[in-house]
Nanobody, 124 residues
Framework: QVQVVESGGGLVQPGGSLRLSCAVS????????IGWFRQTPGKEREGVSC????????YYADSVKGRFTVSRNNANNTVSLQMNSLKPEDTGIYYC?????????????????WGQGTQVTVSS
């Protein structure tokens, strides 16, 4: 049974930082690309970042480039998203998802396995 579990969300002031983690089990982790998505009320789900299985392909949405950094550890089946210089518009539920294959994509429909999400709130 595949499990995808996010952690690390919370409340932070504008300009602050958070580090999200995603733990994946039940699949061959090093054959899957991992994506981060966020959902904000009234907006469509947005692909925030993605890291390919060999770390050779990394994607960032324009809205987070230069502020967010994604990394993965294939030894312990985890992916992290370091979020710096957070803005109120970064608020949302952040989801981690896995897709079998080499390449990254910002489209959630391409991902098969999803976590339950973790809430990130950026507010003063």
């Amino acid at each position: 049974q595949v499990q995808v579990v996010e952690s690390g969300g919370g409340l932070v002031q504008p300009g602050g930082s958070l580090r999200l983690s995603c733990a994946v089990s039940g699949l061959q982790f090093d054959r899957h690309s991992i994506g981060w998505f966020r959902q904000t009320p009234g907006k469509e789900r947005e692909g925030v970042s993605c890291i390919s299985r060999a770390v050779s392909n990394i994607y960032y949405a324009d809205s987070v480039k230069g502020r967010f950094t994604v990394s993965r550890n294939n030894a312990n089946n985890t992916v992290s998203l370091q979020m710096n210089s957070l803005k109120p518009e970064d608020t949302g539920i952040y989801y981690c998802a896995a897709r079998f294959g080499y390449a990254c994509t910002p489209y959630g429909s391409q991902f098969s396995y999803w976590g339950q999400g973790t809430q990130v709130t950026v507010s003063s």
